[in-house]
Structures are given as C-alpha cells and as structure tokens.
C-alpha cells in the first residue's frame, strides 16, 4: 500500500512539510489539493 494512497483513504493523516512536498510534485498549489466537495452528511 502506498503513503498516497493512505493518505487519500484517510488512513494515516500527514504533514505540511508532506503536503507541500506532494503539491510540488503534482506542479499544483497547496491549497489545489484541498479542493473537494465533501458528500453530504446523513
């Protein structure tokens, strides 16, 4: 299993050091990889 793809599953939670980190390799900005749309809650 892959760091990404725990992260993305929430399974283990990150740093910023990790996030700015991760955004550099994407070529996006922070903040890009924070946008989403939750689902709504029931």
Known sequence: MS???RIE???INTS???I???AKALE???KELFDFEL???E
């Open 3 to 5: 760091q990404i793809g």
């Open 39 to 41: 689902p709504p809650e």
């Open 28 to 30: 996006v900005l922070p």
């Open 9 to 11: 599953r929430g399974i």
């Open 20 to 22: 700015f980190k991760i």
């Open 16 to 18: 910023v050091t990790q």
